[in-house]
Each structure stands twice: as C-alpha cells, then as structure tokens.
C-alpha cells in the first residue's frame, strides 16, 4: 500500500506528513505516529502501509524543525514542549483528526505523551515505543551534547550526526539509501542543525517525565509499551515500571531505542494486533 507524502500550513508553520489510506474506508480511528531525536517521519515509512493494509489510516509528521517541516528561528518558535504541544493541537486539527490513536517513539515522545495527557478525549489508544516516562529516563551523552553552547552548534551541522546516533542506538547498520533521506535536511541548509540545538536545550526532560509519571498514574486508556530491548539510553526497566500493572508491555528483544528502524515488521505486526484486538 503506498505512503503518500504532504504539505500543510497551518498558522505560521509548514508541516510535513506521510500518510497511507486504507483501500476500504473504515470507522477504525485513525493512527498518528510520532517520531523521536534527530528522526524524522521516515523511520515509519514500513509501519505506515503496513497499518493502512489493516484498515487504518496512518499519519506520521516531520515535527517542527525536523525533516521537511518548517524549522523556524528560535525567536518564532521556543521548541519548548509548551510550544510543541500547542503546534501539534493545531496541526490535529488541521487534519480533521477528533479522536486517534497515538503511538510516539523516542525523546521527542515525551512531547506526545504529555499532549495524550492533556487531550485524553483525543485519544483511542496510546501505544508507546523506547520513551522518556520517568525521572529516571535521562537523556544520553550523544545527544545532551548537541545542546552544549559552542560543541553543540559545531555538532548539529554536521550531516554525519544523524547516522551515528541512529546507528548508535541499536547497533545495527541502516542501508546508505535510507541514511541519505535522514541526512537530507542537514546538507540543504544549516537551519536543520540549529533547530535541533534548540530542540535538545529546550526539551525540559525532567519537568517532562515528572508530569508524565504522575499523569499515567490515572491513566484509563488501552496501552501499548512496546520495547526494544537493546536499548542502550532507556534500560527495559523503565517499561516494566511504568507498565506495572495495568499496561500491555512487548519486549523486541533484537531492537534498540529505534524499534521502527531496527525491526520493522515486528513493530508493525504488534501494533496492527494491538489495534485490531482494541476495536470494539
């Protein structure tokens, strides 16, 4: 099933998707899948079709700053989680999107569980990949460092950087064909890189996870904590803590922090079953 690609502007701000449809229509919620740090919605491209053959709608965004979305200067834009949050309502609601299931990867997932928090009414079903849900997450070295004054604006232009923290994450090789799509927005212009510095000094981590801890306390909805095991930043520990004991919880004992480029077609086949088993 093909994945098709999109612009839409909503406000100020050009967003990026890929979206693949269902060839039958269906009342199934629609699936918004959230990338993480430094991805961009590409790592969904299997995932997206893949969901789409089982009925669902499937929309990834670039986020902002990220990818081919707009990547505006940090006077118009804070890349705090405040200003993403308001961002993604608005782009939700560009597209039409009342009620969705959320899936979010990474340590730019912290930004969409914190906006499932704040728009449960939103949200279907959650389903949660290798991110920040505590405290005791922290951001690693490789990426902390992108944010250090003078080191991190020399590291953030280079087009390497996404590669190595991709592969770095997991320890598998990505084909040079796929690094050449991640590295795309680095080599176009050097707004890529200072976004990404001004996403990294402004992510609030730890104010993130602790709004995060607390809300998921009270959470309702079905979920998913789908897990690589490899991961060398968020330690399966963190998963079976958050997950006690009322969450569904999949170890992907061959994946890393990027589940969804490491092992795709499980990625894919768990999430369709968790999707379909939910569906009253």
């Not at 999109?6 to 918004?32: C, D, Q």
């Not at 789409?52 to 979305?69: L, T, V």
Request: glycine share 8%; charged share 20%.
């Amino acid at each position: 099933m093909a994945t098709q690609e999109h612009t839409i502007e909503v406000g100020e701000l050009k967003w990026f998707y890929r979206a693949a449809e269902p060839m039958n229509p269906s009342a199934k919620s629609p699936v918004l899948l959230l990338h993480g740090l430094p991805c961009q919605s590409y790592g969904w491209r299997h995932v997206l079709p893949a969901l789409a053959g089982h009925g669902f709608r499937a929309i990834a965004p670039d986020w902002i700053g990220c990818g081919a979305s707009a990547k505006p200067d940090k006077r118009n834009f804070a890349y705090s989680p405040e200003a993403y949050i308001t961002a993604l309502a608005a782009f939700v609601t560009a597209l039409g999107l009342e009620k969705f299931s959320l899936v979010v990867q990474g340590f730019l997932g912290s930004v969409g569980l914190q906006y499932a928090l704040r728009h449960p009414e939103q949200i279907d079903r959650l389903a949660i990949l290798n991110a920040p849900l505590s405290p005791a997450a922290k951001l690693p070295w490789k990426m902390r460092q992108m944010g250090v004054p003078l080191v991190g604006e020399m590291l953030t232009q280079d087009p390497l950087l996404t590669e190595r923290t991709l592969e770095g994450g997991g320890g598998y090789v990505i084909s040079e064909a796929d690094l050449d799509v991640y590295r795309r927005p680095f080599l176009k212009s050097s707004e890529a890189g200072r976004a990404l510095l001004a996403i990294v000094k402004n992510l609030q981590l730890p104010e993130a996870t602790a709004e995060i801890q607390a809300g998921f306390a009270q959470w309702q909805k079905p979920t998913l904590l789908l897990w690589g095991t490899r991961d060398p930043w968020l330690p399966y520990s963190l998963a079976e803590n958050f997950a006690a004991p009322d969450k569904e919880l999949t170890p992907l004992n061959e994946a890393g922090h990027y589940p969804q480029e490491d092992r795709d077609e499980q990625v894919s086949m768990a999430l369709s079953d968790f999707l379909r088993r939910q569906v009253l």
